[in-house]
């Protein structure tokens, strides 16, 4: 059972920067593919990023690429989301999720995680 839980969410101004943190509890989090998702007010859920279990390979999704980094530190168990150049269409609950199994790189598809971590809000004001 791995538990997740995501912090660093807030308001921010457009243009402005934050970066997301999701510490890892619970299994092994070095084996897993990881990945950020978030779904804003009325909209389903959305593919932001993901990375796998070595941090090597990464994905983003079409709104965010440029402006968004992801990584992960393995030693501390903690998966990260710098976001830049915020949006407000970037205004969602983030979530990050674990994936049993995918290892060598995040798939895009929400059902093939399977942990989920609470979600933290991020709102960007214009």
């Known amino acids: 059972q791995v538990q997740l839980v995501e912090s660093g969410g807030g308001l921010v101004q457009a243009g402005g920067s934050l970066r997301l943190s999701c510490a890892a509890s619970g299994g092994t989090f070095r084996n897993y593919a990881v990945g950020w998702f978030r779904q804003a007010s009325g909209k389903e859920r959305e593919f932001v990023a993901g990375i796998n279990r070595s941090g090597d390979t990464t994905d983003y999704g079409d709104s965010v690429k440029g402006r968004f980094t992801i990584s992960r530190d393995n030693a501390k168990n903690t998966l990260y989301l710098h976001m830049s150049s915020l949006k407000p269409e970037d205004t969602a609950v983030y979530y990050c999720?674990?994936?049993?199994?995918?290892?060598?790189?995040?798939?895009?598809?929400?059902?093939?995680?399977?942990?989920w971590g609470q979600g933290t809000q991020v709102t960007v004001s214009s």
């Open positions: 999720a674990v994936s049993w199994r995918y290892t060598s790189y995040a798939p895009r598809a929400g059902r093939l995680y399977d942990y």
